[in-house]
C-alpha cells in the first residue's frame, strides 16, 4: 500500500463493509481523550494529509470514492474539537450530528460536494464537521454538563 494510499484509506478502514465513511469516522473517535485543542490540530493535519492524498489517489477525477475516508477523518475531528471533555454522551452526539450532516448533505456541505478537485474533497466533510461543533457548542452553552 502507498504511502497515499494508507492515508487516503485511514489504514484501511476505507475497505471495511458497511458503510466506510462510518468506520472512516469511527476511526478517529479515541482522539476525544486526547481533548479539544490536539483533535482540532489533528483534524488540521488530517485536512492536509487527506488534501494530499486525494491529489495522489484520485489523478484521474475529483470524484470522492467510499474508499476515500480521509475527509470523514478531518471532519469528525473537527467535530470532536468542540466537546469540552471526553465522555460518552458527546462522542455519541458528535459522531451521530456529524454522520447526520456528511449523509444528508444540507447546503452548504451539497454545494462543496458538487465542486471538483481534490481539495474539494476534503472540504464537504470540514463543513460537515464545523456545522456539527456549532451546534455542539450551542448545546453546550445551552446546556453545560449534558454533554460534559
Do not use: N, Y
Amino acid at each position: 500500500m502507498t504511502p497515499a494510499l494508507f492515508v487516503a484509506t485511514l489504514a484501511g478502514a476505507g475497505r471495511l463493509r458497511p458503510g466506510p465513511g462510518t468506520w472512516g469516522s469511527a476511526v478517529v473517535l479515541p482522539a476525544l481523550w486526547l481533548g479539544p485543542l490536539p483533535c482540532l490540530a489533528l483534524s488540521l493535519l488530517a485536512l492536509l494529509a487527506g488534501w494530499w492524498a486525494a491529489g495522489e489517489v484520485l489523478r484521474g477525477g475529483a470524484e470522492d470514492p467510499g474508499w476515500f475516508v480521509a475527509d470523514e477523518a478531518a471532519g469528525m475531528l473537527l467535530a470532536l474539537a468542540a466537546l469540552p471533555s471526553a465522555t460518552l454522551p458527546g462522542a455519541l452526539a458528535a459522531f451521530a450530528l456529524f454522520r447526520l450532516f456528511d449523509i444528508a448533505k444540507p447546503w452548504p456541505i451539497s454545494w462543496a460536494d458538487r465542486q471538483s478537485g481534490p481539495f474539494w474533497v476534503m472540504v464537504d466533510d470540514m463543513i460537515a464537521g464545523a456545522i456539527a461543533a456549532l451546534l455542539l457548542l450551542a448545546f453546550h452553552a445551552a446546556l453545560p454538563g449534558v454533554l460534559a
